[in-house]
């Protein structure tokens, strides 16, 4: 079984300003990892997934990530934040030869002008 | 445009009432998922379908039900509403095949009174 921790629940940034949300895994078989983006009132929308390959992933809307084996983190980043990135963002691993996603607790993030 | 269409949006059901929440994917997707959430738990996995009328529980099954009739619906079943059961219901999709991404719904939050 996959599980995954997200350190922060809350995460308020200034507009133009950079942002770091944290995501740990725990898995006992290699894993697949994903960031999904929730805006208000809606559904799940993948921004990024890590498979195999590069550790650094980028994704939509100027974010990426970075795969850490050692670490077992998957940390999303973006350089600079817009009021339109407000929402809820959820890590999430599956195991190898698993179809069943893990997600994290989420990360509210709050773009302020 | 890839789709995976609940339902409803909105419901309000007394305790008691069996409910119903249906989902429709239009992908062809062997694999769909029913998950609750809630704030500070994330998402959590109710029961999966990895085939016709084949269905397996996930990690909170315990006052639900489901079935899976024909490949495209997969539908979410509470026996008897109770209070606690309130939250926001998303479904999932996806094919089948390793670090598959999962399509989402837009959800269906459920209040029972």
């Known amino acids: 079984a996959q599980s995954v921790t997200q350190l922060d629940s809350q995460v308020p940034v200034f507009e133009e300003a950079p942002v770091e949300l944290r995501c740990n895994y725990s898995?006992?078989?290699?894993?697949?990892l994903f960031w999904y983006v929730q805006y208000p009132n809606q559904g799940l929308q993948l921004l990024l997934k890590?498979?195999?390959?590069?550790?650094l992933v980028k994704g939509i809307n100027g974010f990426e990530a970075e795969f850490n084996k050692s670490q077992t983190s998957f940390h999303l980043r973006k350089p600079s934040v817009h009021i339109s990135d407000t929402a809820e963002y959820f890590c999430?691993?599956?195991?190898?030869?698993?179809?069943?996603?893990?997600f994290g607790a989420g990360t509210t993030v709050t773009v302020r002008a | 445009d890839v789709k995976v269409t609940q339902s409803s949006r909105y419901l309000v059901k007394r305790t008691g009432e069996k409910v119903f929440l249906e989902c429709v994917q239009d992908?062809?997707?062997?694999?769909m998922f029913w998950y609750r959430q809630d704030p500070g738990l994330g998402l959590r996995l109710i029961y999966f379908?990895?085939?016709?009328?084949?269905?397996e529980k996930g990690d909170i099954p315990e006052g639900y039900s489901v079935s899976r009739e024909k490949k495209e619906r997969f539908s979410l079943i509470l026996e008897s509403a109770s209070t606690n059961q309130t939250s926001m219901y998303l479904c999932?999709?996806?094919?089948?095949?390793?670090?598959?991404?999962?399509?989402f719904g837009q959800g269906t939050r459920l209040t029972v009174v």
């Open positions: 999932a999709s996806s094919e089948t095949g390793e670090g598959t991404e999962a399509f």
């Open positions: 898995s006992s078989v290699s894993v697949y």
């Open positions: 890590y498979l195999s390959g590069s550790t």
């Open positions: 999430a691993v599956i195991g190898l030869n698993d179809y069943k996603l893990s």
């Open positions: 992908m062809d997707h062997e694999n």
């Open positions: 379908s990895y085939d016709v009328k084949m269905k």
